[in-house]
C-alpha cells in the first residue's frame, strides 16, 4: 500500500516575528525595490452559496459590494497608493491612525 506523501509548511510560513522585528523582509507584494508596490484592490464576497472572488477596479465597486450587506473579505496588495487605503479605511469605518505610521495599532480606544 502506497502512503500519502507528506505536507510541510511552505517555508517561513509559520515565523511569528512582527514585520518590526526584521527589518529588510518586508513582503514583497507590498514592497519593490526602490519603491512601493501599486496598490490594487480584491474582495472574497462571502455569498450564502459560496465565496467569489470580486476584483475591485474602482471605488464605486466597492460601494456596490458594501451596500449589499454581504460579510466581505477585503484584500489590499501594494501601498503605492496611501490615499486609495485611506479612503478604503474610511468606507470600513477604520480610524486613519491605524494607516498613519508612527502610531501603534493595538490600542484599547476605537478611536486610537
Known amino acids: ?65 458594501l451596500a449589499q450587506q454581504v460579510p466581505i473579505w477585503l484584500r489590499v496588495n501594494g501601498m503605492g497608493h496611501p490615499h486609495l487605503i485611506r479612503e478604503v479605511l474610511k468606507r470600513f469605518r477604520i480610524p486613519s491612525c491605524v494607516f498613519s505610521s508612527g502610531h501603534s495599532v493595538a490600542r484599547n480606544s476605537p478611536s486610537c
Request: negative net charge; contains cysteine.
Open 1 to 65: 500500500m502506497q502512503s500519502l506523501p507528506q505536507l510541510r509548511p511552505t517555508p517561513g510560513s509559520l515565523d511569528s516575528r512582527r514585520l518590526e522585528e526584521r527589518p529588510g523582509q518586508m513582503p514583497n507584494s507590498l514592497y519593490l525595490a526602490g519603491g512601493r508596490a501599486p496598490t490594487s484592490l480584491s474582495a472574497v464576497a462571502l455569498w450564502p452559496e459560496g465565496p467569489k472572488l470580486c476584483p475591485l477596479n474602482d471605488l464605486g465597486q466597492l460601494d456596490d459590494l
